[in-house]
């Protein structure tokens, strides 16, 4: 019998040879690698498993022991940043082998048997039936008005062109001129307005990626459970299940309206939200989602009621290449012409004013309705899995939804290194495991605390589990096995998925070669995690870069013996630690005087610019040139003043780490180091890039003066876009932050990067900022400052730890042990 093989890549199979078991290969259709299985023996009945909160009624085959992902350590590369979600604490990685295809087909015919009778259909009343078809007759009434305005605008222009005739015929001269201008300028701009009126009745969707569809005979086992819950809830089954890389899943119409008629459905399920829930969970969140279609007249309204709110909001928001061009029009010609175009715009706006009313009116309408909606599919989950376990996938989505920031987060560091992961719900969960008790705290107060707004489309958490606890449903699924246990291959197709994303994200040039095992990158970053938290040690939460410390490159200590560099650290260490109270209680006072520095510095550029500024813009009273300018000088003063309290333990502390370094390059000291040569050899070039770095950070701190100052003017251009003086001050401020980056590219242009890089060894400008911009271009320079302003920060700080990750392991050979992690408010965080 053939061995089946199915890609991981583009789920397409073929046979093979049982002598071809174990061998590599290329996908004949996608040409990614593959590996030929083994032939799959019939397993042994496997032992049970059933952890539940709820006793699972008893079945007659069990499933196996299913192994879920592994924990990681998981935080911002490099970022000595506290986070108040992300963990620092790293346990070691656990590799855990993914779930195969035996435990699967064990597990199945237990999880679809367990599905123990059926559950009551949610009642709805002749009154609801009423108040949805009320709802929609209002919704699609919102359309015909504006189509009424758009005839009230036409029949305007039509009376001009008419009745004004007489302007055509008005003398001769400039007064002749003047007449025909009148007489053609409304009905150019009219023009341009009803076309734009017009525009967003027929704006279409902007197209999204192919989404990635599941076949029956692939995934047998999914598709019986999703008919299983589609049963028990009442609702047609979907005729298509699509995966994608969101926290989220739905049921939808498959070709919209075309699809009313029938029960055309498409199921639509997000990745990480398998990755992240048990089959209990999993199993009430589709019960939600196809309790929205249990009843076919109601979600046939809602449809419709949803598809107009959504259009409302589409069309008041999103622009398209005509609003571009207008805009260019009205700015680009001459001003006799441009008027035209600049009365034309003024009259979109007045229109997109019109729609956002109709848009908030709709939402207020539709929005009572759409609660109630959500709060009967509530019921269908309540009563399938029951009302605990809707109260535990809840919060678990928030978490998960928190995750998914953090996970964005590491997928920014990777790409730093030209390294994308290639499997995004499994570092979604990876941060999941890495949240700490304080972040749980934090995410379920948010949960517990939520309101729900006048104009929300859902009901607040909150609402939503004390509706289910109402509802005191027992449930009549309650296996908690991994939800990835009803996939064939979850690991491959979670890969997949994760390449359609970036796919449609970064075009037809990324490859599968672009792409790296999640597992090294998390090795790499916990190697970097464990750096963070040794410069947190070291330095006890002092370090920050409003006070940088200047390492030499080259050594000053030749000639000095290693006994007696091994005296000056325990020196320096201990002094360090007697200064380390009277420097933390000095340091925020002179983190306050930077503030109020900055804070004149956007106030002072606000009045120069002829903006006028409030008393509580700002902490401080900054609303004239000469208060600005005195509180500038007061903060400097300031700074100037406590400087000297800083500066001993900074001292101290360079000496120590540098007596540290020194030693290491001592044969006998090596001698007692793991990897001594190849770490004494990376240090050196760490040293170089630190030097090099170091002496660049009062440009960087320049630098993110200067986009403080650009970031106030910015925030004031409403209503201010033809004040010549702000404009001006714009151009000038971006003009000398773009000089500014370049400086600071040139001079980390002159080392190394010295970490690992996926494009070999690019210097410490490179990797900050890999990509051109053109001076001329306001947001390329803005995003290359921003780059900048946030990348600087964490190279230096994990160049840093590299570092004291060394010299931690010289002071436990002289017997000093690692001083304690500083507490998160003790530490201090680069100024930004």
């Given at each position: 019998m053939p061995i089946v093989v199915v890609c991981g890549h583009c789920q397409s199979s073929f046979g093979a040879k049982?002598?071809?078991?174990?061998?590599r290969g290329k996908c004949p259709n996608c040409r990614g690698d593959i590996v030929v299985p083994s032939p799959v023996a019939a397993p042994p009945p496997p032992a049970a498993r059933q952890a539940t909160a709820c006793a699972a009624p008893a079945a007659p085959r069990q499933p196996a022991q299913v192994r879920s992902a592994p924990a990681r350590p998981v935080s911002a590369a490099g970022a000595p940043r506290p986070?108040?979600?992300?963990?620092?604490?790293?346990?070691?990685?656990?590799?855990?082998?993914?779930?195969?295809?035996?435990?699967?087909?064990?597990?199945?015919?237990?999880?679809?048997?367990?599905?123990?009778?059926?559950?009551?259909?949610?009642?709805?009343?002749?009154?609801?039936?009423?108040?949805?078809?009320?709802?929609?007759?209002?919704?699609?009434?919102?359309?015909?008005?504006?189509?009424?305005?758009?005839?009230?605008?036409?029949?305007?222009?039509?009376?001009?062109?008419?009745?004004?005739?007489?302007l055509l015929h008005a003398g001769r001269g400039r007064g002749a001129v003047l007449a025909v201008i009148l007489y053609a300028a409304p009905l150019l701009a009219g023009g341009i307005l009803v076309f734009f009126m017009f525009k967003p009745l027929f704006a279409r969707r902007v197209k999204r990626g192919k989404p990635r569809s599941l076949d029956r005979n692939q995934e047998p086992l999914l598709f019986a459970f999703v008919d299983r819950v589609c049963a028990v809830v009442g609702a047609p089954r979907p005729s298509r299940i699509d995966v994608d890389c969101d926290v989220n899943a739905s049921a939808s119409f498959r070709r919209g309206l075309l699809s009313m008629l029938g029960n055309d459905l498409v199921l639509t399920i997000g990745l990480p939200l398998v990755a992240g829930l048990d089959t209990r969970q999993f199993a009430g969140v589709l019960a939600h989602e196809f309790g929205h279609f249990s009843q076919g007249a109601g979600m046939r309204l809602s449809y419709l009621v949803r598809s107009v709110s959504f259009w409302l909001t589409r069309v008041v928001y999103e622009r398209d290449e005509w609003d571009a061009r207008l805009v260019a029009w009205s700015q680009g010609l001459d001003i006799r012409i441009g008027i035209i175009f600049f009365m034309a715009r003024l009259f979109?706006?007045?229109?997109?004013?019109?729609?956002?009313?109709?848009?908030?009116?709709?939402?207020?309408?539709?929005?009572?309705?759409?609660?109630?909606?959500?709060?009967?599919?509530?019921?269908?989950?309540?009563?399938?899995a029951g009302s605990d376990s809707f109260e535990s996938s809840t919060r678990r989505m928030a978490i998960l939804n928190a995750a998914t920031q953090g996970a964005f987060a590491d997928l920014g560091d990777f790409a730093r290194e030209g390294r994308l992961a290639d499997d995004l719900p499994?570092?979604?969960?990876?941060?999941?495991?890495?949240?700490?008790?304080?972040?749980?705290?934090?995410?379920?107060?948010?949960?517990?605390?939520?309101?729900?707004?006048?104009?929300?489309?859902?009901?607040?958490?909150?609402?939503?589990?004390?509706?289910?606890?109402?509802?005191?449903?027992?449930?009549?699924?309650?296996?908690?096995?991994?939800?990835?246990?009803?996939?064939r291959d979850f690991t491959a197709l979670s890969r997949t998925c994760t390449f359609d994303l970036y796919r449609s994200l970064f075009g037809k040039g990324f490859k599968l070669t672009d792409m790296h095992p999640v597992e090294q990158l998390l090795a790499k970053q916990a190697q970097t995690i464990d750096d963070i938290k040794s410069l947190k040690r070291y330095f006890q939460g002092t370090?920050?870069?409003?006070?940088?410390?200047?390492?030499?490159?080259?050594?000053?200590?030749?000639?000095?013996?290693?006994?007696?560099?091994?005296?000056?650290?325990?020196?320096?260490?201990?002094?360090?630690?007697?200064?380390?109270?009277?420097?933390?209680?000095?340091?925020?006072?002179?983190?306050?005087?930077?503030?109020?520095?900055?804070?004149?510095?956007?106030?002072?550029?606000?009045?120069?610019?002829?903006?006028?500024?409030?008393?509580?813009?700002?902490?401080?009273?900054?609303?004239d040139l000469n208060a600005t300018r005195q509180a500038r000088a007061a903060s400097r003063a300031r700074l100037e003043q406590i400087s000297p309290q800083l500066a001993p333990l900074e001292q101290l502390a360079v000496r120590r780490l540098w007596c540290a370094l020194e030693l290491v390059q001592v044969e006998k000291v090596a001698?007692?180091?793991?990897?001594?040569?190849?770490?004494?050899?990376?240090?050196?070039?760490?040293?170089?890039?630190?030097?090099?770095?170091?002496?660049?950070?009062?440009?960087?701190?320049?630098?993110?003066?200067?986009?403080?100052?650009?970031?106030?003017?910015?925030?004031?251009?409403?209503?201010?876009?033809?004040?010549?003086?702000?404009?001006?001050?714009?151009?000038?401020?971006?003009?000398?932050?773009?000089?500014?980056?370049?400086?600071?590219?040139?001079?980390?242009?002159?080392?190394?990067y010295p970490f690992d890089h996926a494009k070999g060894e690019p210097t410490l400008s490179e990797f900050l900022l890999p990509?051109?911009?053109?001076?001329?271009?306001?947001?390329?320079?803005?995003?290359?400052?921003?780059?900048?302003?946030?990348?600087?920060?964490?190279?230096?700080?994990?160049?840093?730890?590299?570092?004291?990750?060394?010299?931690?392991?010289?002071?436990?050979?002289?017997?000093?042990p690692r001083l304690a992690e500083p507490e998160p408010e003790d530490e201090r965080q680069p100024a930004a």
């Open positions: 049982d002598a071809d078991a174990g061998k986070s108040p979600v992300r963990q620092t604490n790293q346990p070691a990685i656990r590799q855990a082998p993914p779930i195969v295809e035996a435990e699967v087909v064990s597990a199945g015919p237990f999880i679809l048997d367990s599905f123990q009778g059926s559950i009551e259909p949610v009642s709805v009343g002749l009154g609801y039936k009423l108040s949805v078809a009320l709802v929609l007759v209002f919704m699609l009434l919102l359309p015909v008005a504006y189509v009424a305005v758009i005839g009230l605008v036409c029949l305007l222009l039509g009376l001009h062109a008419v009745h004004d005739t007489a979109v706006w007045l229109t997109r004013k019109i729609l956002w009313m109709l848009m908030m009116l709709g939402h207020l309408i539709s929005g009572i309705l759409m609660r109630e909606m959500e709060f009967d599919a509530d019921c269908y989950e309540a009563r399938l499994r570092l979604i969960v990876a941060n999941v495991d890495q949240i700490t008790p304080a972040g749980l705290e934090s995410i379920n107060k948010a949960v517990d605390e939520e309101t729900t707004g006048l104009f929300s489309t859902h009901p607040a958490s909150r609402d939503r589990i004390e509706r289910a606890q109402e509802e005191q449903a027992p449930g009549i699924f309650h296996v908690e096995l991994p939800a990835a246990t009803l996939f370090f920050s870069l409003l006070r940088p410390l200047r390492l030499p490159a080259a050594s000053t200590t030749e000639g000095t013996g290693a006994g007696e560099l091994a005296a000056q650290l325990k020196q320096a260490r201990q002094a360090m630690l007697d200064r380390l109270p009277a420097h933390k209680a000095a340091f925020p006072e002179y983190d306050q005087a930077d503030t109020d520095w900055l804070e004149a510095e956007a106030a002072d550029a606000l009045l120069t610019a002829q903006i006028r500024v409030k008393s509580d813009d700002f902490k401080q009273r900054l609303v001698a007692r180091i793991p990897q001594a040569q190849e770490r004494i050899e990376h240090g050196q070039r760490v040293r170089a890039a630190v030097a090099v770095a170091g002496a660049q950070v009062g440009t960087w701190l320049a630098l993110r003066n200067r986009m403080s100052v650009l970031r106030a003017l910015f925030s004031r251009m409403e209503g201010q876009r033809e004040n010549a003086t702000l404009l001006g001050s714009l151009e000038k401020n971006i003009s000398l932050l773009a000089r500014q980056i370049r400086h600071l590219q040139f001079e980390l242009s002159q080392v190394r990509q051109p911009f053109s001076d001329n271009d306001w947001n390329a320079v803005l995003t290359a400052g921003g780059t900048m302003l946030d990348g600087f920060p964490t190279l230096y700080a994990r160049l840093f730890g590299r570092l004291t990750a060394l010299a931690e392991d010289v002071e436990s050979l002289l017997g000093l």
